[in-house]
């Protein structure tokens, strides 16, 4: 632990003053640890990308009665040599249900083999009156296009957040703590992905709203941390940087506990209610968002700041700030 600054020109915090730069070990061997199970994941597991990004088809049926999905997927993976997703919903035009079969195919499934399907999947489940609801084939071509610009849009908001930070915090280095609050999305979208792939969850829209969730969510909690060292450099102006960053995360850190407790709450009780009633596609939204929410609390008080402070403390040769953190 740290001191809190003798030079302060008003006390800016009572008790105990963590000391977060000294955990640059620590953050490392995390970052490590993701990209490793990340890889390992992607090696073992595979990376399995939905419909929406390689093509494919997707086929709505409406039915009634009781329908198990993991039967019906056994029964469609007999007619196609695919992967096959299925998920279940209600029907928003009657007071049935409706199941989504999709799957990857090259030219998509013309009227004949829709045709073919549909009686297949009367034949082996006679007592829920299947009907043909909705078909739509997805081009590779769009799938890859759609992906394009989902990663387009995400370095340009990257851009964007590092050019508001650099303006906004231009007092304590903007620019730098920019680069670094990317650094710390990006730790958290790995580690998202990681458990996507680990869980074997498709690549889907579903991530990628997990992706801008997070994105989100990460950048206010870092943003709220730069806004307090700002604040404690007028009240504190001969303290050095890690001195800053220790106090402003110590300061910060109660608030940062609740708020993640309220939203990994909320997400942990999403995954308990998706297993139990059985709709386990949003799943692949519930689960990475969570990890991803733990994530970006933890690299909002780790993360950026502090590699933040390693990077000012190599490119002006602070000394001081090095001894502190030993």
């Not at 329908?67 to 029907?91: A, P, Y």
Request: aromatic residues 8%; charged residues 20%.
């Amino acid at each position: 632990m740290s001191k809190k600054n003798s030079n302060a020109t008003a006390p800016v915090t009572t008790g105990k003053v963590y000391n977060f730069c000294s955990k640059k070990k620590m953050i490392l061997i995390i970052a490590i640890f993701i990209i490793v199970a990340l890889i390992a994941g992607a090696l073992i597991r595979g990376i399995k990308f939905a419909i929406e990004f390689k093509g494919g088809t997707m086929l709505t049926y409406s039915y009634t009665g009781d329908l198990n999905v993991d039967d019906v997927k056994t029964e469609v993976e007999k007619h196609i040599d695919s992967n096959v997703s299925v998920r279940r919903g209600e029907s928003l035009d009657s007071d049935g249900y409706q199941i989504t079969i999709s799957f990857t195919t090259k030219d998509g499934l013309n009227a004949d083999g829709q045709h073919e399907m549909t009686e297949n999947l009367r034949a082996a489940f006679p007592d829920n009156e299947l009907e043909l609801f909705d078909s739509n084939d997805v081009s590779p071509s769009s799938g890859r296009e759609f992906l394009l610009k989902c990663l387009v849009a995400m370095i340009f908001a990257a851009i964007i957040i590092i050019i508001y930070i650099a303006i906004r915090f231009s007092k304590i280095g903007g620019w730098s703590a920019g680069v670094c609050s990317i650094f710390a999305l990006v730790h958290d979208i790995l580690a998202a992905l990681a458990v996507s792939i680990i869980c074997g969850f498709e690549f889907n829209s579903n991530i990628v709203a997990v992706i801008l969730t997070i994105l989100g969510y990460s950048i206010n909690n870092t943003i709220v941390i730069y806004d307090r060292i700002r604040e404690n450099r007028t009240l504190m102006p001969k303290a050095s940087l890690n001195e800053l960053i220790n106090v402003s995360c110590t300061q910060s850190l109660t608030r940062s506990i609740r708020t993640s407790i309220t939203t990994i709450s909320t997400m942990l009780i999403v995954t308990i209610v998706v297993i139990i009633s059985g709709y386990t596609s949003l799943l692949s939204f519930s689960v990475p968002l969570m990890v991803g929410l733990i994530s970006g609390t933890y690299s909002s008080l780790f993360v950026a700041p502090v590699t933040w402070s390693w990077w000012k403390g190599n490119d002006k040769g602070d000394k001081k700030d090095k001894k502190k953190d030993k």
